[in-house]
């Protein structure tokens, strides 16, 4: 960070006054005093920068999901791995065959972590437990100038307000400079803040800086200085229809394997769907030729998969649309199945 910016903003009261002692090494992590927590399970929120966005995730003991939004394209996550109240948790992987979030959590849900895999993008994120409206999460931007040598810096500019402990985390990434910084660069901030009628303050070491709040903007307007945020997510929203829906499909293959010896024999095959868009399929079928039964499972993006099996040379690439299930396996087989 580059020293010249002004105190009066948000930008350079962090980065002057806490650097040192307020960037995390764990990026996922915002501990909180729990407020006498007993679960783990319930919703966790946070934003992120890498582009930009913010996500949220329903850890319930039934069809735990998350809903990620990033660079205004919504991605539905499902896990396999079953989830019971009140055990620790490391690295469940969330995934909707792209997008992946890998979800941390200790035995009373007081310190979270999240970690994202995006392609194309080094994401950053925070996260905090987000029942009770305990949780605010804002998308924002940053713009300073420094008059003395013309330099300027902008940043994508992200908040997350926790009323449960009145602290704050911010995830700052550059976007724009003709100064020594780098494009990419992040920095991840907090402190806490007090709100009083319209206004907010954040307490920083080195100083406070009063912002402008409404329902849904926080601002902070002065010469060469722009801060910016505009709610996306409150927690006492309703949570997002993250919940997966299952429907069974049932068929026939037929045609040559990979060795050129026909075989022909029955699927079953489970698909999960969020918000009618199928992610995830889980199978088994029977092969008369072998005499045997095999498993199979791949994830789905826009309505296609490949599905590699158990048993060698039965990989099953196909597409679902509506009702119906069909694709080619081995040298020259196809299948299909029907919902039923």
């Given amino acids: 960070m580059k020293k010249y910016f002004k105190a009066t903003t948000l930008v350079l009261l ?53 809903t990620v ?6 991605y539905n996550l499902s896990t396999t791995t079953p989830v019971i109240d009140g055990n620790q948790y490391s690295n469940i992987l969330f995934t909707d065959g792209t997008v992946s979030m890998y979800f941390s959590v200790d035995e009373l849900g007081l310190e979270p972590a999240a970690s994202f895999s995006i392609p194309g993008h080094n994401v950053v994120a925070t996260i905090g437990y ?38 704050y985390e911010i995830i700052e990434r550059v976007i724009a400079t003709n100064g020594s910084n780098e494009i990419g660069e992040t920095n991840t901030y907090g402190g806490t803040f007090s709100i009083s009628e ?10 406070n800086l009063s912002c402008t709040i409404s329902e849904t903007t926080i ?10 945020f505009e709610l996306v997510y409150e927690s006492d929203d309703e949570a997002p229809n993250t919940s997966p829906v ?9 045609g040559d394997n990979l060795n050129g010896e026909f075989d022909s024999g029955s ?60 694709g080619t396996w081995g040298n020259n087989g196809t299948f299909s199945a029907v919902k039923q």
């Fill in 198 to 207: 319209n206004t907010i303050v954040f307490e920083v070491e080195g100083g």
């Fill in 246 to 254: 299952q429907a069974q499909f049932v068929g026939t293959f037929s």
């Fill in 69 to 74: 939004q990033f660079d205004g394209n919504t």
């Fill in 130 to 167: 987000a029942e009770q409206n305990t949780i605010h999460l804002y998308e924002g931007t940053s713009h300073s100038e420094n008059s003395f040598d013309n330099t300027f810096i902008d940043y994508t500019y992200n908040l997350a307000l926790n009323y449960s402990d009145n602290t």
């Fill in 267 to 326: 699927l079953s095959v489970t698909v999960w769907y969020f918000q009618n868009a199928p992610v995830q399929i889980e199978g088994s079928g029977y092969s008369n030729f072998l005499e045997s039964e095999f498993q199979f499972y791949a994830s789905v993006s826009n309505d296609s998969f490949e599905a590699g099996s158990s048993i060698g040379g039965y990989t099953f690439t196909g597409t679902i649309s509506g009702n119906t299930m069909q």
């Fill in 14 to 66: 962090i980065t002057i006054g806490i650097l040192n002692i307020a960037c995390s090494d764990d990026e996922g992590e915002n501990p909180v005093d729990g407020g006498g927590q007993t679960s783990n399970t319930g919703r966790y929120a946070g934003v992120l920068v890498g582009s930009s966005g913010w996500f949220v995730v329903n850890f319930t003991e039934e069809n735990a999901s998350a």
């Fill in 219 to 228: 601002t902070h307007y002065e010469e060469g200085n722009t801060i910016e």
